[in-house]
């Protein structure tokens, strides 16, 4: 598979799950999600390939859509309901990729981690075998890194994994 | 629309969704159960009849396969059907699945129609 290929699929899963299970309507481009006050989550997967799914939220825009997913207002939402909600995304948003890559393949997810702030701008570095995307949504961003290991990267090129 | 639904998956998030999607689709939600995981939604079907299964696949503790295998093993339970509800949708994990005795499967992410969907046809199945 090709950065190009991954990049669709990462694209287009979280254009889909974003629309259809958080009633949002997401804009790709602009500014990135990599705040100090965001969210961060990884969910890494095993099969053929293996690889992760890392994907960060800014504050504002984690909680708003933790309050649309959970149908509640969001001064109603605590942060654990929201970091639950966000891990579900993720969680999603890695399965439809996986399906998108490879359809004979049985994958394995691993539950979704909260990754601290210290370590998850790593997983946004441009590399070979990643790709990153970024949506705008009402009230904030969301960046997606998706990652794959099985990738053999040109003499030089630092793997993305 | 009446109907005992019991949502097995280790989300309360997604659990609440499931939920909330039923009720505006038109179901009644007064005998509605959840279970964290298949072992969970186990001990409950020792002591409640339901309708419908809804599960999810990767759970901790008893996952949604093992969960349909003990379904399909047991002479009572097994006449419950169930529907699977998971990101995964290779179609060799479908397939395993439907061989588990899974007469439905909805992929995340999913229109709340979609839900209701496989859900009328399953539970009207049954009733035929």
């Not at chain 1, 984690?62 to 001064?75: I, N, Q, T, Y």
């Not at chain 1, 109603?76 to 399906?99: K, Y």
């Not at chain 2, 159960?33 to 339901?50: T, Y």
């Amino acid at each position: 598979m090709t950065d190009e290929e991954l990049l669709a699929a990462l694209r287009e899963s979280v254009r889909q799950v974003l629309e259809k299970m958080f009633f949002a309507e997401p804009l790709d481009g602009g500014s990135t999600a990599l705040e100090a006050d965001g969210l961060a989550v990884r969910v890494a997967f095993d099969g053929s390939p293996s690889g992760a799914l890392v994907l960060a939220i800014t504050d504002a825009a984690a909680r708003r859509v933790a309050a649309d997913f959970l149908g509640e207002d969001e001064s109603s939402v605590d942060s654990a309901q929201t970091s639950e909600v966000i891990c579900e995304l993720a969680n999603m948003i890695c399965g439809s990729i996986l399906s998108r890559v490879e359809s004979q393949t049985i994958f394995r997810l691993a539950s979704p981690t909260i990754l601290s702030a210290d370590h998850w701008r790593f997983h946004f570095e441009p590399g070979c075998g990643r790709v990153i995307h970024t949506v705008q949504l009402e009230n904030g961003s969301l960046t997606a890194s998706a990652e794959i290991q099985e990738k053999l990267c040109p003499t030089g090129e630092k793997s993305g994994y | 629309m009446a109907y005992r639904v019991l949502i097995v998956d280790d989300s309360p998030a997604m659990r609440s969704f499931v939920r909330r999607v039923m009720e505006l689709s038109g179901f009644d939600l007064s005998n509605c159960f959840e279970a964290g995981d298949g072992a969970e939604a186990l001990r409950l079907l020792g002591s409640e009849w339901v309708d419908a299964i809804l599960t999810d696949i990767n759970m901790p503790r008893m996952d949604g396969e093992e969960l349909l295998r003990r379904l399909s093993g047991d002479e009572l339970l097994r006449s419950i059907p169930a529907i699977v509800i998971s990101t995964d949708a290779t179609s060799t994990r479908i397939d395993r699945l439907t061989t588990l005795g899974a007469k439905g499967y909805i992929t995340k992410p999913f229109l709340p129609e979609q839900l209701r969907e496989v859900l009328e046809r399953t539970l009207g199945a049954a009733n035929d």
